[in-house]
């Protein structure tokens, strides 16, 4: 099936706008809903994690130790290769899944990394990128997450630039003082030219 890939840096607004297109009867699968299940309590992830790093990384449920794995990978580069060499695989391998059981006109893929993990572009036939100003950003995770503006731009700084994502993408949309219904009106024109693309 046809499959737009949805991305956009933190906070850019891309879980926002691909609810807009689930709201017009489009299928999501979000690559970071797949990424938690395979690291929750019995996930597929959990026996290679429990090999490779000990059971010291395994939380009493049988999920990940999220907080003990992120103090190891933000530090050691290597020790977060090893970790995406077990979850990237079967992030992947669900995706498909989820993609070849999905029902709608298309299937929009949400990748949060589309621009950074290089292989996510050649696996959807369009890229869509939600784009807004590095300060918008920061305003939005500050408030959501109660996170600081440090802590913000940090994960700001490890993911793509603006630049780089625009450079990927097929269509944009703004996201910058936006409202709802401005947004809701570009989601509609996209989605029928992506009903239209997928017809043909
Ligand atoms: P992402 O999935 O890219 O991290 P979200 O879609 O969760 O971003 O948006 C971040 C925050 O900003 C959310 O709280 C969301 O409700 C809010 N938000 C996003 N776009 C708008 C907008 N156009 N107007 C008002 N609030 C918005």
């Given at each position: 099936m046809f499959a737009v890939g949805i991305t956009g840096g933190i906070g850019s607004g891309k879980s926002t706008v691909a609810d807009l297109f689930a709201m017009r009867g489009v299928p999501l699968v979000d690559t970071d809903v797949i990424a938690h299940r395979i690291t929750a309590?019995?996930?597929?992830a959990m026996p290679s994690i429990a090999t490779e790093?000990?059971?010291?990384?395994?939380?009493h449920d049988g999920s990940l130790d999220r907080a003990q794995m992120r103090a190891l990978v933000f530090s050691d580069d290597t020790a977060r290769s090893r970790l995406e060499a077990i979850t990237h695989p079967l992030i992947r391998a669900e995706t498909e899944r989820e993609r070849s059981e999905a029902r709608g006109p298309y299937v929009m893929v949400v990748v949060p990394l589309l621009v950074e993990s290089g292989s996510w572009k050649n696996r959807v036939d369009r890229v869509l990128a939600v784009d807004c100003t590095v300060e918008t950003q920061i305003e939005r995770v500050m408030r959501r997450n109660a996170f600081t503006r440090e802590q913000v731009l940090a994960i700001i700084e490890r993911q793509a630039t603006r630049e780089a994502r625009l450079a990927a993408a097929d269509d944009v949309i703004v996201n910058d003082a936006v409202s709802i219904e401005t947004l809701s009106r570009e989601v509609d024109a996209l989605h029928r030219q992506y009903v239209s693309l997928a017809g043909t």
């Amino acid at each position: 099936m046809f499959a737009v890939g949805i991305t956009g840096g933190i906070g850019s607004g891309k879980s926002t706008v691909a609810d807009l297109f689930a709201m017009r009867g489009v299928p999501l699968v979000d690559t970071d809903v797949i990424a938690h299940r395979i690291t929750a309590p019995g996930g597929l992830a959990m026996p290679s994690i429990a090999t490779e790093f000990g059971p010291s990384f395994v939380a009493h449920d049988g999920s990940l130790d999220r907080a003990q794995m992120r103090a190891l990978v933000f530090s050691d580069d290597t020790a977060r290769s090893r970790l995406e060499a077990i979850t990237h695989p079967l992030i992947r391998a669900e995706t498909e899944r989820e993609r070849s059981e999905a029902r709608g006109p298309y299937v929009m893929v949400v990748v949060p990394l589309l621009v950074e993990s290089g292989s996510w572009k050649n696996r959807v036939d369009r890229v869509l990128a939600v784009d807004c100003t590095v300060e918008t950003q920061i305003e939005r995770v500050m408030r959501r997450n109660a996170f600081t503006r440090e802590q913000v731009l940090a994960i700001i700084e490890r993911q793509a630039t603006r630049e780089a994502r625009l450079a990927a993408a097929d269509d944009v949309i703004v996201n910058d003082a936006v409202s709802i219904e401005t947004l809701s009106r570009e989601v509609d024109a996209l989605h029928r030219q992506y009903v239209s693309l997928a017809g043909t």
